[in-house]
């Protein structure tokens, strides 16, 4: 089974409006990490948001904010006032508990294109 | 604060020669890990080492492939002899592995092309 799905391959969203990407994640470990980096066409690989399990509160970073929703199994990024910058592959990834070691496990992404 | 460096940026190779990969963490860091992303797998975690120690080399595809890690400062993946299916961009990526945060940050990247 997929441990982290992300099932937008691809979406458009206009300039200065806020987006949604989606992000499913397995895990039967109570201790885990959410991440979400943005990998523009350069194809750097450049870090977002944090979300840990126990954070009681939804992780926010300037335009990004992360819905952590617990019991659904679900981490969505929300950009908001979309930039054409942000149009860029955008992956999910988890680190599952201290047992599994910290790698991360990727999302297949979602492509963000920026209509002006 | 420099990010993590990796060389060379681009290759080109032949099938059946060598081929380095080298990395060089973020200072302070105590893990390292390298990635392999392709169209076809996506980004797949290929071997990690936790203060210089190989933890986790279950990606690894064969033996053609090793990695090392003398020091906290300098990792090298190294493919012999190379084929055209390990095309791919390689990543490096470092993380300080804390109570608060174990966040892992990327190097720009190998571009491996094997003819």
């Known amino acids: 089974a997929q441990k982290i799905t992300q099932t937008q391959p691809g979406m458009f969203v206009q300039e200065k409006e806020a987006v949604t990407l989606d992000c499913t994640y397995d895990?039967?470990?109570?201790?885990?990490?959410l991440f979400w980096y943005k990998q523009p066409s350069s194809g750097e690989m450049i870090f977002l948001i944090y979300q840990g399990s126990y954070d009681q509160q939804n992780a926010t970073e300037g335009r990004y904010s992360l819905n952590f929703q617990k019991a659904r199994k679900s981490a969505n990024l929300v950009i908001s006032a979309s930039q054409l910058g942000d149009s860029a592959m955008y992956f999910c990834a988890m680190r599952e508990g201290v047992a599994a070691g910290n790698k991360l496990t990727f999302g297949g992404g979602t492509r963000v294109l920026v209509k002006p | 604060d420099a990010g993590v460096i990796q060389s060379p940026r681009h290759e080109v190779t032949e099938m059946g020669q060598e081929v380095t990969l080298r990395c060089k963490p973020i200072?302070?860091?105590?893990?390292l890990f390298w990635y392999r992303q392709t169209m076809m797998r996506g980004l797949e975690l290929l071997i990690y080492?936790?203060?210089?120690?190989?933890?986790?080399d279950s990606g690894m595809p064969e033996d053609r492939f090793s990695a090392k890690m003398p020091n906290a400062s300098f990792s090298t993946l190294k493919i012999q002899p190379s084929e055209p299916r390990d095309s791919a961009v390689y990543f490096c990526?470092?993380?300080?592995?804390?109570?608060?945060?174990?966040?892992?940050?990327f190097g720009p990247g190998t571009r491996l092309t094997v003819l």
């Open positions: 200072s302070g860091h105590n893990s």
């Open positions: 895990t039967s470990d109570p201790s885990y990490g």
């Open positions: 990526a470092s993380s300080l592995v804390s109570v608060n945060t174990d966040t892992q940050y």
């Open positions: 080492f936790n203060n210089n120690v190989p933890i986790d």
